[in-house]
């Protein structure tokens, strides 16, 4: 993933069991992608995104769930990160193929970019599954515009998945939120051969100062390190990105009521 940065693993993180009802609207599959511009060209990316690329992603059956940019000096200039939703891998297949092939489409990346290419690299992309204890938190809301995002990826040691997995179901998830740390996803590679070797998720806090007290608290919690402490170290390394959702963000507006 472009544009993250390496850090020790200090834990788990949070989610909740979703319901039923929640768990069965949310079945799916799950696109994370990231992109990097050339110098100056991320505002063009923006306006895009938000003018075009979003309606014409629905268009062909593409939920955008969040979009979001690093809080990184350097990063926040040139990458973008965001989670789409698919019905299977067969439909987000598809539904590439009918973007690319759509004329809108095509008439708005050339037009987007007649003073210069916009990407600096092909866009990196990951198909994943959430996890059974994942809350698939995205719902928007205008209250979360100040808040700030954490992308974090872990890459698990050998024969330690079960373990990792476990440890956040039946405790982590609780204990970040007894510390003010809200989960939005836990997500999993839908390849098979890197499922068990990988975990991504998303987690937010209510402003910059918050996440530092949070981690502060929580890696301090008499609690924590009791609870982790049978399930050793399951983490090799863990990659972490701040960030901030971008103003056509589906997570930071107001969900319209669907007509019954």
């Not at 788990?12 to 609207?25: H, R």
């Not at 092909?122 to 995002?149: H, M, Q, W």
């Not at 992308?151 to 510390?179: C, N, P, Q, W």
Request: proline share 4%.
């Amino acid at each position: 993933m472009i544009g993250i940065l390496a850090i020790p693993a200090l834990a788990d993180q949070c989610s909740t069991k979703p319901d039923k009802a929640e768990e069965k609207e949310e079945a799916g599959i799950y696109e994370l992608r990231t992109y990097t511009t050339n110098e100056g060209k991320l505002k063009n990316l923006h306006a895009r995104f938000r003018d075009h690329t979003i309606r014409i992603f629905e268009k062909h059956g593409m939920k955008s769930l969040g979009y979001w940019v690093p809080t990184d000096e350097k990063k926040s200039k040139n990458t973008l990160i965001y989670i789409l939703k698919h019905k299977s891998l067969e439909a987000a297949k598809a539904s590439w193929k009918a973007f690319g092939r759509d004329p809108e489409w095509r008439k708005v990346a050339k037009e987007s970019q007649v003073d210069g290419k916009i990407l600096a690299k092909r866009p990196e992309k990951v198909f994943l599954k959430a996890t059974g204890y994942s809350p698939n938190a995205f719902k928007g809301n205008p209250d979360n515009k100040e808040k700030i995002c954490q992308l974090r990826i872990y890459h698990i040691k050998d024969d330690m998945s079960k373990k990792l997995h476990e440890r956040f179901e039946k405790g982590t998830v609780k204990l970040f939120a007894k510390h003010g740390i809200e989960s939005l996803c836990y997500l999993q590679p839908l390849d098979k051969e890197q499922e068990d070797k990988m975990l991504y998720y998303i987690i937010r806090f209510k402003d910059k100062a918050a996440t530092k007290l949070a981690w502060k608290a929580f890696g301090s919690d008499p609690e924590w390190h009791k609870f982790r402490k049978p399930y050793g170290k399951p983490v090799a390394k863990a990659v972490n990105t701040f960030m901030t959702a971008t103003d056509y963000s589906a997570t930071v507006k107001k969900e319209e009521k669907k007509s019954e």
